[in-house]
Nanobody, 125 residues
């Protein structure tokens, strides 16, 4: 059973940086796609970024491209999301997710079947 634990959220000011972590356990092979999603109050969960557990492929939502960087350290079983130049509209609960797949990177929440508990990111103006 895959388990994901997200951490690193907090309250920051606009323009600040923040780094989120997601520790994964139970990954039984290298063929996983990992992703970050976020959900703001009253809004649907939206895609932020995705990465292959093994490999260099990444994908980003247009709203975060150039500001956020997704990465992973397989030795530490940890995925990261470095968020720079944060904006108030980045305020949301951030979730990490995983799915076993050898296909393309996944950008829809329904394509993932393992989820972390979420970590709150609040950006003040």
């Amino acid at each position: 059973q895959v388990q994901l634990v997200a951490s690193g959220g907090g309250l920051v000011q606009a323009g600040d940086s923040l780094s989120l972590s997601c520790v994964a356990s139970g990954l039984t092979s290298s063929s996983y796609i990992m992703g970050w999603f976020r959900q703001a109050p009253g809004k649907e969960r939206e895609f932020v970024a995705a990465i292959r557990w093994i490999g260099s492929s990444t994908d980003y939502a247009d709203s975060v491209k150039g500001r956020f960087t997704i990465s992973r350290d397989t030795a530490k079983n940890t995925m990261y999301l470095l968020m720079n130049s944060l904006k108030p509209e980045d305020t949301a609960i951030y979730y990490c997710a995983a799915v076993w797949s050898i296909g393309r990177l996944k950008v829809h929440s329904y394509e993932y079947n393992y989820w972390g508990q979420g970590t709150q990111v609040t950006v003040s103006s």
